[in-house]
């Protein structure tokens, strides 16, 4: 079975950065496709961004210019750097893997708090 571990999230103030990880294991990595998801408070859990074995990642617009997700296929991990955070990027970020029969895997989350 897939599992997922994220970690690195906390607490920043505007303008701050942070670095998520996602350990993946249970499975061959470069057959899966990698996302970023966030969940905010009473809202749908929505697209952060994504990643293919190769090839450049898919980002939603709110992120562009912003947060850039990266893939080492030596650590089966991928990562997701957020910088000039603000406080609309408050959410639970989850680590998602999909393969081709779209059965997906979901890691716990790790909380992003943008705040003064």
């Known amino acids: 079975q897939v599992q997922l571990v994220e970690s690195g999230g906390g607490l920043v103030q505007p303008g701050g950065s942070l670095r998520l990880t996602c350990l993946f294991s249970g499975g061959v990595f470069g057959r899966y496709t990698m996302g970023w998801y966030r969940q905010a408070p009473g809202e749908q859990r929505e697209l952060v961004g994504d990643?293919?074995?190769?090839?450049?990642?898919n980002y939603a617009d709110s992120t562009k210019g912003r947060f850039t997700i990266s893939r080492d296929n030596e650590k089966n991990m991928v990562s997701l750097q957020m910088d000039n955070l603000q406080p609309e990027d408050t959410a639970l970020y989850y680590c998602n893997s999909r393969d081709w029969l779209l059965n997906t895997a979901w890691g716990q989350g790790t909380q992003v708090t943008v705040s003064s």
């Open positions: 990643i293919a074995f190769a090839g450049a990642p």
